[in-house]
């Protein structure tokens, strides 16, 4: 089991200060790279941490910004995403990334059931022709539970994720933020895709808004899932993923990290 932190918090600008993390935790602690590669000036800042970054268990999510999967083939959209995703595995080969991570959509999707139908069916392709980039590379790509009913971007409701994880065999991470905004049943759904889940991303909210807040700010119960995980059984990454608003408590940072790798221990 591995305790890695999410730079989803920072900016380009900003990007350095994971640096303090892995000074601090000395190795113990990873790094889940958010790439911003729809920033011209990310590619340099991420090849001038690579030496510190070779040192520690590293994994990458996939490009979120002016990225998405649901976009019709020989979109503008389609062409970009595919473009970053392309940068994002060359990288994560040089790290010998653990994982990357796919979301089937980022955008808002209509209320139309053939519309969504239409979305989640090309989001499945790519999938498919962005796991042979991944696995060419030596890395699985899994999927995440994705989209929030208060952003009006949720593709998949609880059990048609459930049910596509399984028919398709994907690998998993599950974002309990996610899970926990839109009302699903947490434990049931890591018990359910147990077998199938390599990576949690970690963190809490009110239970309506995908916040980001630190693991113990909120009204999800932590703790219970923390027993969970142990229940299972399962060797599986804790990615601590906290947004911006976050960043300047460093201290309670280190903390959540601290009360992690206890649990890891």
């Known amino acids: 089991m591995s305790i890695l932190l999410s730079t989803n918090m920072y900016s380009t600008k ?9 000074d601090y935790f000395q190795g113990a602690v990873g790094v889940e790279v958010f790439p911003l590669f729809h920033d011209r000036d990310f590619d340099a800042a ?23 999967h649901t ?15 392309q940068k994002t595995v060359r ?37 498919r022709k962005v796991e042979a980039m991944a696995k060419k590379a030596g890395i699985p790509l899994l999927v995440e539970n994705v989209g929030v009913r208060s952003r ?22 599950i974002d309990i933020g996610h899970a926990h905004a839109n009302g699903w049943d ?21 239970g309506i808004h995908d916040s ?14 923390l027993r969970t995980v142990r229940d299972i059984g399962r060797p599986v990454d804790l990615v601590v993923e906290y947004a911006a608003q976050v960043e300047p408590d460093e201290a309670g940072i280190r903390a959540d990290l601290e009360e992690l790798l206890e649990f890891a221990g």
Do not use: W
Request: charged share 25%; net charge negative; aromatic share 10%.
């Open 91 to 127: 990288a994560a080969e040089k790290l010998k990334a653990r994982h990357i991570v796919f979301h089937h959509n980022n955008c808002r999707v209509p209320e139309d059931p053939a519309i969504k139908a239409q979305m989640l069916e090309r989001a499945c392709v790519q999938y």
């Open 46 to 68: 991420l090849n001038r941490l690579l030496p510190t970054l070779e040192k520690v268990p590293v994994t990458f999510h996939e490009p979120y910004y002016q990225a998405d």
């Open 14 to 22: 900003t990007f350095p200060r994971i640096q303090r993390y892995l």
């Open 212 to 225: 980001h807040r630190r693991i113990h700010d909120g009204t999800l119960d932590f703790d219970a899932f």
């Open 152 to 173: 009006g971007n949720v593709l998949l409701e609880e059990e048609a994720f459930i049910r596509l994880c399984r028919e398709q065999q994907y690998p998993v991470l």
């Open 71 to 85: 976009a019709p083939e020989g979109s503008e959209v389609c062409e970009r995403t595919c473009e970053m995703f």
């Open 186 to 206: 947490i434990g049931r759904l890591c018990r359910t895709l147990g077998d199938q889940i390599h990576a949690y991303h970690l963190h809490n909210n009110d």
